[in-house]
């Protein structure tokens, strides 16, 4: 088979095949802080998360490690609750070891198996990322960060780079993801097949449609 004809799955990394929450991880590092003023955790944790999407939505570009401390910083700030550097670089660190969902490495096997190149798109640096590639386990011929793009999706940027990068027809790419702003809304414009991993159960949109929605990836394999 040429090349460009190679059916490729395009994934998003962090929650999609790793278990990757930041708030969980959160929460433990700055409890305390938040408790000396008072400071709801959930108000915390859903403001923290609206100002990562902010931070990546808006540019210019950053690197992640620095809008994971920055963000942190920023919404701890919000709540006048104390910040210390230690807090954000223990976020970063902390976020290394997050686990890969357990049925992701048999799922990328299978598709291997099929002749399905695999590619990662994720928000993330080049120095971060390998961390959790290693964690997943499978060989990916494609991983490409928002560093490597200069962007971070959802803007146009991230998914350009990653066409330019895999030069491929988009009738054979097949963009898998978890993140319904960050992936799925975006892509509608390009015209490529797309999978919804709906891990958390959220309505989707008719809007958004044709995309096909699965609850893990389990069932992935079957879709080529």
């Not at 808006?58 to 910083?73: A, C, E, F, I």
Request: hydrophobic letters at 35%; one cysteine or more; aromatic letters at 12%.
């Amino acid at each position: 088979m040429n090349k460009s004809q190679t059916p490729i799955a395009t994934f998003d990394c962090y929650r999609t095949l790793i278990d990757f929450d930041l708030n969980r991880a959160a929460l433990p590092i700055v409890k305390d802080s938040l408790d000396i003023v008072g400071a709801d955790h959930e108000v915390f944790l859903d403001n923290l998360r609206v100002a990562r999407f902010y931070a990546v939505a808006q540019g210019p570009y950053t690197r992640y490690q620095d809008l994971v401390r920055n963000t942190l910083k920023t919404t701890m700030l919000q709540h006048g609750a104390p910040y210390s550097d230690e807090q954000g670089d223990q976020l970063v660190e902390d976020a290394k070891n997050f686990p890969v969902f357990p049925e992701v490495p048999a799922a990328l096997r299978k598709l291997k198996e099929k002749g399905v190149e695999l590619a990662i798109i994720s928000n993330s640096d080049r120095d971060y990322i390998p961390h959790h590639v290693e964690t997943i386990g499978v060989d990916f011929d494609y991983v490409i960060t928002a560093e490597d793009a200069g962007w971070y999706k959802p803007r146009e940027g991230a998914f350009e780079h990653l066409f330019r990068t895999i030069d491929r027809d988009p009738q054979v790419i097949t963009h898998v993801a978890q993140g319904w702003e960050y992936d799925i809304m975006p892509t509608k414009q390009y015209g490529i097949r797309r999978i919804w991993v709906n891990r958390y159960g959220i309505s989707g949109s008719d809007y958004f449609e044709p995309y096909f929605e699965i609850p893990d990836l389990k069932p992935l394999p079957e879709h080529f």
